[in-house]
């Protein structure tokens, strides 16, 4: 089994600063990419931001220059430092893990989700 714990979201207003954290723990050989989501209500899914073994980055066109995501293998986290936030940043946002189980497949995790809210 794999388990994902989220933290880190919370209310902040316009302009202040987050940081989600998600931990990975169980029957885990290795991690390889790792990313967050994000949804609003009324709209799909998107990704914001994703982080590879090799620590290459890619983020979403709205978030660049604010948004940075991290990794510790050590740990197998994965997080994501929020700056300058938005109103439009309010979302649930998930993180999601590439994992390669100890017996060997690679899965596909997801968390439950933390909230972040921004008020103007």
């Known amino acids: 089994q794999v388990q994902l714990v989220e933290s880190g979201g919370g209310l902040v207003q316009a302009g202040g600063s987050l940081r989600l954290s998600c931990a990975a723990s169980g029957s885990i050989r290795r991690i390889n990419a790792m990313g967050w989501y994000r949804q609003a209500p009324g709209k799909q899914r998107e990704l914001v931001a994703a982080?590879?073994?090799?620590?290459?980055?890619n983020y979403a066109d709205s978030v660049k220059g604010r948004f940075t995501i991290s990794r510790d293998n050590a740990k197998n986290a994965v997080y994501l430092q929020m700056n300058s936030l938005k109103t439009e940043d309010t979302a649930l946002y998930y993180c999601?893990?590439?994992?390669?189980?100890?017996?060997?497949?690679?899965?596909?995790?997801w968390g439950r989700g933390t909230q972040v809210t921004v008020s103007s």
């Open positions: 982080i590879t073994s090799g620590n290459s980055t």
């Open positions: 999601n893990l590439n994992i390669q189980r100890i017996a060997g497949s690679f899965y596909d995790y």
